[in-house]
Structures are given as structure tokens and as C-alpha cells.
């Protein structure tokens, strides 16, 4: 059984800093893996996915990378801003008929300190 | 565009009672999914349908059920709900690999 985690559970950083969040997962057999954002009271919005072919995919200032032999995720957020404090949720796919069924880490809470 | 709403925002429930949670989206996605969110235990697949007319478990179906008789509905039903039902649930649906998720039902089980 597939399962994810996410150091640290929270994270505080002041305005203007990058920063890493991580993601391992158990089985290297995915097909891809997400980044979602969630904001409090509200829904996950997706930023990135990359497929279990590729290595990396960049949004703005968010950079996604997949390391499959090593059961490792990054999400790099450059120059950070107030509005990135949100919690921020990976998720792996299986494969096969699996692919759409995603297992989720419990998220890290990142807080932007002004 | 909507994208994907979901009804009620907000309900209390008494144990043994029954309701049904209603997902909807209007972006013609084949897939759509039910997931719950608890303190601790992050989001878990609950069922998902890959098309009108099917349904399928997820990783926590016991004490649901679901139907997808119209493509831009996907319906969450609680029979006779427990305190351990008390949760937010979220709906999502996608067309390919990205999910698009709902603003969530939060569900109180006393």
C-alpha cells in the first residue's frame, strides 16, 4: 500500500525566502505526482503535476521535481510572498487501472511571515 | 463556469440519521471523485466514478454509498451515520490526471 509523507507538518519563513517543501513516498510505482495548495475553510487548487517520466515542472515562482528511484518529491517556492501561506498537499497515483486514484500526504503548513 | 459545487456547505446530522451530499460540475469531466478529510489522517478516497453509470470503491467506502446517473453529478449518501462519519468531504473531477476540487461539506455527527 502506497503511503506519503510531508516534512515538516509546518513551516514558518519570513517574506523573500526560498524554501523547500518535501514529499516520500513508499512505492516508486506511480504514474504521477501532484502538488496541491489548500487554503483554510476551502478546497485543494492543483499546481503542478509531473508525469512519472519527467523529472521536473516549473510554474512561475513554484518548481515541482521526481526523483522515482529515490521515493522523492521537492516543491521549491522562490521569493516568498505572504499570499504562498497555505497548507501544501502532494499526492501520488498508482498505476494501471489505479492511475486516476491519488494517496495523499498529510500536508505541510507553510506560513510567510511579512 | 462553476467548476465543481457541492451542497450543502454545513450540516448536523444525529446519529442514525441519513443524507445524501451532492456534487456537481459543469466542466463535462469523466471522472469524479469522493474523498474525506480528518484531522491527522489527511484526504482519503472514499468512491470515484470513471463515467456515467459507474462507481467504484476507494481506500474508506464502508458506510457510503454513491451514484452517478447523470454525467455532471455524483452523488454521496450516508445511510445511517456515525460519529466516526464526522469530517469534511470534498468532491473533485477531472478529465485527465489534474483534480479539480469542490469547497468541501463539512459534516457534524452528534
Known amino acids: 500500500k502506497q503511503e506519503v509523507t510531508q516534512i515538516p507538518a509546518a513551516l514558518s519563513v519570513p517574506e523573500g525566502e526560498n524554501l523547500v517543501l518535501n514529499c516520500s513516498f513508499t512505492?516508486?510505482?506511480?504514474?504521477?505526482l501532484q502538488w496541491f495548495r489548500q487554503d483554510p475553510g476551502k478546497g485543494l487548487t492543483s499546481l503542478l503535476l509531473?508525469?512519472?517520466?519527467?523529472r521536473e515542472q516549473t510554474s512561475g515562482r513554484l518548481n515541482a521535481s521526481l526523483d522515482k528511484s529515490s521515493g522523492r518529491s521537492t516543491l521549491y517556492i522562490a521569493a516568498s510572498q505572504p499570499g504562498d501561506s497555505a497548507t501544501y498537499l502532494c499526492?501520488?497515483?498508482?498505476?494501471?487501472?489505479?492511475?486516476?486514484?491519488?494517496?495523499f500526504g498529510k500536508g505541510t503548513k507553510l506560513s510567510v511571515i511579512p | 463556469n462553476a467548476g465543481v459545487t457541492q451542497t450543502p456547505k454545513f450540516r448536523v446530522l444525529k446519529t442514525g440519521q441519513s443524507m445524501t451530499l451532492l456534487c456537481a460540475q459543469d466542466?463535462?469531466?469523466?471522472?469524479m471523485y469522493w474523498y474525506r478529510q480528518d484531522p491527522g489522517m489527511g484526504l482519503r478516497l472514499i468512491h470515484y466514478?470513471?463515467?456515467?453509470?459507474?462507481?467504484a470503491k476507494g481506500e474508506v467506502p464502508d458506510g457510503y454509498n454513491v451514484s452517478r446517473l447523470k454525467k455532471q453529478n455524483f452523488l454521496l449518501g450516508l445511510e445511517s451515520a456515525a460519529p466516526s462519519q464526522t469530517s469534511v468531504y470534498f468532491c473533485?473531477?477531472?478529465?485527465?490526471?489534474?483534480?479539480?476540487f469542490g469547497p468541501g461539506t463539512r459534516l457534524t455527527v452528534l
Open positions: 473533485a473531477s477531472s478529465a485527465g490526471y489534474t483534480q479539480y
Open positions: 512505492d516508486s510505482a506511480i504514474y504521477n
Open positions: 509531473i508525469q512519472s517520466s519527467q
Open positions: 499526492a501520488a497515483s498508482g498505476r494501471g487501472a489505479g492511475s486516476y486514484q491519488l494517496t
Open positions: 466542466m463535462n469531466h469523466e471522472y
Open positions: 466514478s470513471v463515467g456515467e453509470g459507474t462507481t
